[in-house]
C-alpha cells in the first residue's frame, strides 16, 4: 500500500494559484497605464482567471474522478507554469489576458485536488480540521503575494509579478512528481457527458450540499469585491501606490490565516454548524463596521483594511468547515462536488469582479454595503443547510 500525500505537500498545492492570482493586483493599475488601457479593460485579467478558475474545477472534479487524482495535477500544474510565463512576456493586453487564462485552467485542479486529496484519505471526520490547514495556506499565499507583487512592480515592472508563479509552480510540480501518490479508490465509470451531468445533478439536489456551498460562497464574494476595488482606493483616494496596498493588505490575509488556523485548533471543541455560524457572524460584525466607518469617519488606511481583516477573519473560521460539510454530502463524488463548488463560488467572484469598476461609480457606500450584504446572505444559507441536515438526521 502506498504512503498516504504529505499535507505539507498539499500546503503548497493549495498556495500556487491563489498566489498567481492575487500577486498581480497591486501591479493592475499601473498594467493599465503601460498597457494603455482602462481600468474596465485591465479588469478583465482578473475576471478572466476567475471564470477560467470556475469552469476548470468544474471539469477538474470529474476528470479526477475518472482518470484518477496524480495524472489531473500534474497536467494542470504544467498548464499554470505554461500560462504563467506567456503572461510574462505580454506585449499587449490580448497576450495578458491569454496567460492568465491558461494560468487559470491549470491553477484550477490544484484548487480542486488539493480538497478532495484531503477527503480520500481522511473522510469527512477527519476533513474539516486538515481542511483549516489548506484554507490557512492559502492565507499565506494571499498575504504574501499582494505585498511581493506590489514591491516586485515597484522594483522592477508589471511583468516581473509572473516570473513568481512561474518559478513557484515549477517547484511544486516536480515535488508533486516525485512525492504525490493516487489517492482515487473509487473511480467514475466514464466520462460521457450525461453521466457527468447527472452526477452534479445528483450533488445540486442536497439542500446540505446547496447552503453550504452558497454559504461559503457569499462570504468569499466580500472578499473578492474588497480586493477587486481596493487598489483603485489606494492609488486614487489615499494617494498611495501598489507597496502600500501590499502592506496593508497583509492585515486582511493574515486575519484569514489567523481564522484558518484558530479553525484547525476548534475544531476538535465545536462542530461544524456551530463553526460556520460563528465565522459567518464575525463576517457580518467586520462588514458593518466597515460601512459605519465609511458613512461617519473620514477614509484612511486603517479604516479601509482593519473592518475587512475581521470580516476575513471570520471567513477563515467558516470556509473550512463549510467546505468540508459540502463536499461530504456528496459520497462517492468529492471531486464532482469540490469542483462544483468551486465553480459556484468563482463564478460568482468572476461576475463581482466584473462589476466593481461599475459599483465604484456609485460610491463607497453602496460598494461597501454589497460587502455588508454578503455574510447576511451566508447566514440564510448556513440556516438552510442546518434544517436540511437536521431533517435528513430526523426525518420525523
Not at 501591479?27 to 482578473?46: C, E, G, N, R
Not at 464532482?336 to 469582479?353: D, E, K, N, P, V
Request: net charge positive; proline share 4%; glycine share 10%.
Amino acid at each position: 500500500m502506498r504512503h498516504q500525500p504529505s499535507l505539507t505537500l498539499l500546503i503548497f498545492i493549495a498556495m500556487a494559484s491563489p498566489l498567481a492570482l492575487n500577486a498581480f493586483v497591486p501591479a493592475m493599475p499601473d498594467a493599465a497605464k503601460a498597457l494603455h488601457v482602462d481600468i474596465a479593460t485591465i479588469q478583465i485579467t482578473f475576471t478572466a482567471y476567475l471564470l477560467t478558475l470556475a469552469f476548470g474545477q468544474l471539469i477538474s472534479g470529474p476528470l479526477a474522478d475518472f482518470f484518477g487524482r496524480r495524472p489531473v495535477l500534474l497536467s494542470g500544474l504544467g498548464l499554470h507554469v505554461a500560462g504563467s510565463l506567456l503572461a510574462a512576456q505580454a506585449s499587449g493586453v490580448e497576450w495578458l489576458i491569454a496567460g492568465r487564462v491558461l494560468q487559470a485552467l491549470g491553477g484550477s485542479t490544484a484548487m480542486v485536488l488539493a480538497r478532495t486529496i484531503i477527503l480520500d484519505v481522511h473522510g469527512r471526520a477527519g476533513a474539516a480540521g486538515k481542511m483549516g490547514y489548506v484554507v490557512m495556506a492559502i492565507a499565506i499565499a494571499q498575504s504574501i503575494a499582494p505585498t511581493l507583487g506590489g514591491y516586485l512592480n515597484l522594483w522592477s515592472s508589471w511583468n516581473a509579478v509572473f516570473y513568481l508563479s512561474v518559478l513557484m509552480g515549477a517547484a511544486v510540480w516536480l515535488f508533486a512528481l516525485k512525492l504525490l501518490p493516487e489517492t482515487c479508490t473509487d473511480r467514475s465509470e466514464n466520462l460521457h457527458l450525461t453521466g457527468i451531468f447527472r452526477r452534479y445533478g445528483e450533488v445540486l439536489r442536497s439542500g446540505q450540499y446547496l447552503g453550504y456551498a452558497v454559504s461559503t460562497t457569499a462570504v468569499a464574494s466580500a472578499f473578492y469585491l474588497f480586493v477587486g476595488s481596493t487598489p483603485y482606493i489606494v492609488v486614487n483616494q489615499l494617494q498611495g501606490n501598489s507597496a502600500d496596498f501590499g502592506l496593508w493588505f497583509l492585515a486582511v490575509s493574515l486575519a484569514f490565516m489567523l481564522g484558518s488556523f484558530s479553525s484547525t485548533r476548534l475544531a476538535r471543541h465545536f462542530s461544524i454548524d456551530q463553526m460556520v455560524l460563528l465565522g459567518n457572524g464575525l463576517s457580518l460584525g467586520g462588514a458593518a463596521i466597515l460601512l459605519l466607518t465609511a458613512l461617519y469617519a473620514e477614509l484612511s488606511f486603517a479604516s479601509l483594511f482593519l473592518p475587512m481583516a475581521l470580516v476575513t477573519f471570520g471567513r477563515g473560521l467558516s470556509q473550512p468547515n463549510a467546505q468540508s460539510a459540502a463536499i461530504s454530502c456528496a459520497t462517492g463524488s468529492a471531486g464532482t462536488a469540490s469542483g462544483l463548488m468551486g465553480f459556484i463560488q468563482l463564478l460568482s467572484g468572476a461576475a463581482i469582479a466584473q462589476l466593481v469598476p461599475w459599483l465604484m461609480e456609485l460610491g463607497l457606500t453602496t460598494l461597501f454595503s454589497c460587502i455588508l450584504l454578503a455574510p447576511v446572505i451566508a447566514l440564510l444559507a448556513h440556516w438552510h443547510a442546518w434544517r436540511a441536515r437536521r431533517s435528513h438526521i430526523d426525518p420525523a
